[in-house]
């Protein structure tokens, strides 16, 4: 009974750091809310208490850094997407206002003059100065995307919390 996302994000998290072991895979679905809170945490219980369906030892061999790395990739494959979604979406709801206000100079020089390419620090800007008229749930909302894009967007990760407030 998880969002769809959740489903496709659990999916690519596995395969990314379990690999091609089958029985890891399985351990980490089994218990895949412990698996999505902390990856590597999870990786190292099954490790310290599991045992294959042969009896030996599972082995594992990434690091932390490793970890955090696949977790990434599975985010720019799964939530970047989905948050892109968000954006065009907002855009198509709020275009005519948007439109409104281009051509717009963006911080770095980027000159906007069609809706479309509007990115959520813009958007986030355009309201937060009353160019853009939102109420403050949806303020707040469009605020977490952008921020959740802005840490992607550099290499960093969400929690698990962070990802199911963008839900």
């Known amino acids: 009974n998880e969002d769809a996302i959740i489903k496709k994000y659990v999916s690519e998290l596995v395969a990314n750091i379990a690999g091609n072991d089958i029985e890891l895979s399985a351990l980490c679905i089994?218990?895949?809310?412990?698996?999505?809170?902390?990856?590597?945490?999870?990786?190292?219980?099954?490790t310290n208490e599991e045992v294959r369906s042969g009896g030996t030892d599972f082995?594992?061999?990434k690091d932390f850094n490793e970890i955090e790395h696949l977790i990434w990739l599975a985010q720019i494959k799964t939530i970047y997407p989905f948050?892109?979604?968000y954006r065009e979406d907002f855009v198509k709801k709020y275009s005519v206002d948007i439109s409104k206000k281009l051509p717009i100079e963006a911080s770095y020089g980027e000159v906007?003059?069609?809706?479309?390419d509007v990115e959520l620090g813009t958007l986030v800007y355009m309201a937060g100065c009353g160019d853009l008229?939102?109420?403050?749930?949806e303020y707040e909302k469009l605020k977490k995307f952008k921020d959740a894009r802005n840490k992607l967007s550099h290499l960093s990760t969400l929690n698990i919390e962070e990802i199911n407030e963008l839900l």
């Open 30 to 46: 089994k218990n895949y809310r412990l698996f999505l809170g902390n990856p590597s945490e999870q990786i190292k219980t099954i």
């Open 112 to 116: 906007y003059s069609d809706p479309k």
């Open 59 to 61: 082995i594992y061999k």
């Open 133 to 137: 008229v939102l109420n403050g749930k």
């Open 83 to 85: 948050i892109e979604e």
